[in-house]
């Protein structure tokens, strides 16, 4: 077989990979700089072309992420430079190669057979682990998640499966992939696995331990009703939220049926469901994907000579060092920005919350001084209104008494009446009021009286 290494490179001259393919057949190499995932900055495919129809392809590494907890999940919107499209439910492996082989075939396509896929991660296993150790850690780093993997699936394998070409020949294509994926927990969150009857547990035991202390009542004794009303399995109704609500329908519940307080007790532990198979079990997230995948299509004629050439072709591929550098950077770099762009946004929100400080600041200020203004103002009416009466008051009085008040050199109010035209005070403080004309200067001195005014 005619064969040697080659070096595909895009039109621009970025190398891509090298693999072994026959010396007549045409290579070709594509890249898609957009993320595909917070982990995959860029995506490649190397094509090569032959005879007899011949084509072989491989694409470079696919991630998607199924996040299921709620709290996360919710946050995700607020993750700077997020990657939507590589968030998606969870596809069974072979459902998942067979969607991407039929993208590229372009027509449906039936599973024939499945077997071991002889790539380099399949010769070599571990490494397949530590590339997925890999990713889960720089999806970690990027979205500041302490990331845990408690169960995983990395497997290369190879399908063989039949479609029809648009001529109505038969056609085989051979896809295989080197898979990975990882059921993560949020250790840092929830603890990990199964935290619905964690919490559930955790909740009865706070609860009881409570009841007990208020009214002598264990909660455990009233055993699985309890749990079921936590799980949603029994509704509240109107009458049991006017009657004490969750706790208090549970404990009708165990008098009207006196079993419950003998039955037998069973502490509920977090149990991982085995039988579930990877993808299923309950956790925080699954990340899936492929590190690589692989295409061989010829028409069903030509499929013993296709086969060895594609084996030869998978068994070879080596991704360019320099890209799987620049992928390495490019990763780095997000993190840097997504970090910078965090660090910008809690600036930003301190700048917010200390202008809206100064403004309530300002607002409470202002409103301090117009309710100074305002009572201010009123209580200088105030004064003047009783000072207005004071005077209404006083001269109401005076007129009563028929006499008008004048005020002695000591400060005292002097009462006279109001038939004296003039009032005088003498040098021992007395009093006198006189009718008529006021004496003259000389005797005013000789009596040393000083008059008096208002």
């Given at each position: 077989m005619d064969t040697n290494r080659k070096t595909f490179h895009t039109p621009d001259g970025t190398a891509i990979a090298s693999a072994v393919v026959p010396d007549d057949f045409e290579i070709q190499a594509l890249l898609d700089q957009s993320w595909q995932s917070e982990t995959v900055p860029f995506t490649a495919r190397i094509?090569?072309?032959?005879?007899?129809?011949?084509?072989?392809?491989?694409?470079?590494?696919?991630?998607?992420?199924?996040?299921?907890?709620?709290?996360?999940?919710?946050?995700?919107?607020?993750?700077?430079?997020?990657?939507?499209?590589?968030?998606?439910?969870?596809?069974?492996?072979?459902?998942?190669?067979?969607?991407?082989?039929?993208?590229?075939?372009?027509?449906?396509?039936?599973?024939?057979?499945?077997?071991?896929?002889?790539?380099?991660m399949g010769a070599n296993p571990d490494s397949a682990l530590s590339l997925l150790q890999n990713e889960v850690e720089r999806f970690s780093v990027l979205m500041e998640l302490p990331c845990e993997i408690k169960d995983h699936l990395c497997e290369s394998v190879l399908y063989r499966m039949e479609g029809k070409l648009a001529n109505g020949k038969d056609a085989v294509v051979l896809a295989g992939m080197d898979y990975l994926g990882a059921e993560i927990s949020y250790g840092g969150l929830y603890g990990g696995l199964n935290f619905d009857n964690m919490y559930l547990n955790a909740t009865k035991e706070k609860l009881g331990s409570l009841l007990s202390k208020t009214v002598g009542t264990d909660l455990s004794q009233i055993g699985s009703s309890f749990s079921d009303m936590?799980?949603?399995?029994?509704?509240?109704?109107?009458?049991?939220?006017?009657?004490g609500g969750l706790i208090g329908k549970a404990m009708r519940k165990k008098k009207e049926d006196p079993t419950l307080e003998s039955a037998p007790q069973v502490k509920e532990e977090p149990v991982k469901d085995e039988s579930a198979g990877f993808g299923h079990r309950k956790t925080d997230q699954v990340t899936f994907g492929s590190y690589r995948r692989y295409y061989c299509v010829c028409l069903k004629e030509n499929e013993a000579e296709a086969t060895p050439l594609f084996l030869n072709f998978v068994r070879s591929i080596e991704t360019?060092?320099?890209?799987?550098?620049?992928?390495?950077?490019?990763?780095?770099?997000?993190?840097?920005?997504?970090?910078?762009?965090?660090a910008q946004n809690q600036n930003l929100a301190m700048q917010k919350q200390m202008q809206l400080q100064q403004m309530q600041r300002k607002?409470?200020?202002?409103?301090?001084?117009?309710?100074?203004?305002?009572?201010?103002?009123?209580?200088?009416s105030w004064n003047k209104k009783m000072a207005s009466d004071s005077r209404i008051s006083q001269a109401r009085s005076e007129a009563i008494r028929g006499v008008d008040v004048y005020q002695n050199s000591y400060g005292q109010n002097v009462d006279v009446s109001v038939s004296a035209d003039h009032v005088y005070q003498n040098q021992y403080g007395d009093v006198y009021g006189v009718s008529g004309n006021a004496p003259d200067q000389e005797t005013l001195n000789k009596l040393n009286w000083t008059e008096l005014k208002k």
């Open positions: 094509k090569a072309s032959g005879r007899d129809g011949i084509i072989l392809i491989a694409d470079s590494k696919q991630i998607y992420h199924d996040v299921r907890n709620m709290v996360v999940k919710g946050l995700l919107a607020f993750v700077p430079m997020m990657v939507k499209n590589s968030y998606q439910s969870f596809i069974e492996p072979d459902t998942y190669l067979k969607q991407q082989a039929e993208e590229m075939f372009g027509y449906p396509l039936e599973l024939v057979a499945k077997t071991e896929l002889p790539s380099l936590l799980k949603g399995k029994e509704k509240l109704t109107m009458d049991d939220l006017m009657h360019d060092p320099s890209l799987l550098q620049a992928e390495g950077n490019t990763v780095n770099q997000k993190i840097t920005q997504s970090r910078q762009i965090a607002t409470s200020q202002m409103i301090a001084d117009n309710a100074r203004h305002a009572s201010d103002g009123l209580m200088d």
